[in-house]
């Protein structure tokens, strides 16, 4: 089974609507991510979250909203989607690693939801 | 501010040429890290590599090579003897180190495709 899964693999709903994108992971980590991939701009991240009770907007959080369940479940809604929200979408997860000036973390991430908003 | 470019949007070589995917960041942090995923056409990212700012040697893993240099702030790829499982969009990333760490910085991507 796949460490990080994400719920639905693809949708496509209409402008207005509310929505929401669920990710899973069984990897034990604290860390937790949402990101958006647009054609030609990479990857940006929209909210992320250190742990439980800590939720922190990212570069592109207008139009999102998140909720972190539980340490193994982080989900993004679209509250009212809008056209210019047809992305694909994924969640990553990750630990910190203690070294230091050199803290870090890996991300690991999901197989993506593709999100089409007519 | 962070930024990380990869000037190339897409590279297109016949199978067992080599191949370099360019990768430049911008960043006023000394401790950072540097990491590069690939997106094979079905879609997930697989992460294959990590080298922290203080750590310029080269690093080989099979086909896979990496260059990193700090003097051009330049972390770039290169597939040797490139397969057509190698066809993928591949983006380079940037992540702060110590207290800030977590969030990744990628750039735009460049999509390899490798022909037969």
């Known amino acids: 089974d796949a460490d990080v899964t994400q719920t639905p693999r693809n949708r496509i709903t209409k402008t207005g609507k509310r929505i929401m994108l669920e990710c899973s992971q069984t990897?034990?980590?604290?860390?937790m991510y949402w990101y958006r991939q647009d054609p030609g701009l990479g990857l940006r991240l929209i909210y992320y979250?250190?742990?439980?009770?800590?939720?922190n907007k990212g570069e592109i959080s207008d139009g999102y909203s998140v909720s972190r369940q539980a340490q193994a479940k982080f989900s993004l809604s679209l509250e009212s989607a809008i056209p210019n929200q047809t992305a694909l979408y994924f969640c990553?997860?990750?630990?910190?690693?203690?070294?230091?000036?050199?803290?870090?973390?890996?991300?690991?991430f999901g197989p993506g939801t593709r999100l089409t908003v007519l | 501010a962070q930024k990380v470019t990869q000037a190339q949007t897409e590279i297109s070589v016949v199978e067992k040429e080599d191949v370099t995917l360019d990768c430049v960041y911008e960043?006023?942090?000394?401790?950072?890290?540097l990491f590069w995923y690939k997106q094979p056409p079905s879609g997930e990212l697989v992460f294959l590599i990590r080298?922290?700012?203080?750590?310029?040697q080269n690093e080989i893993s099979g086909r896979y090579s990496w260059n990193f240099q700090k003097s051009t702030s330049s972390f770039n790829f290169t597939i040797t003897a490139s397969q057509v499982v190698d066809s993928a969009v591949y983006f380079c990333?940037?992540?702060?180190?110590?207290?800030?760490?977590?969030?990744?910085?990628f750039g735009q991507g460049t999509t390899l495709q490798v022909k037969p």
């Open positions: 990553a997860t990750s630990d910190l690693e203690v070294a230091g000036v050199l803290d870090t973390d890996t991300q690991y």
């Open positions: 990897k034990g980590h604290d860390r």
């Open positions: 979250s250190f742990d439980v009770k800590d939720i």
């Open positions: 960043t006023r942090d000394t401790t950072y890290y």
């Open positions: 080298r922290n700012s203080f750590d310029e």
């Open positions: 990333a940037l992540s702060e180190a110590g207290g800030n760490t977590g969030k990744l910085i």
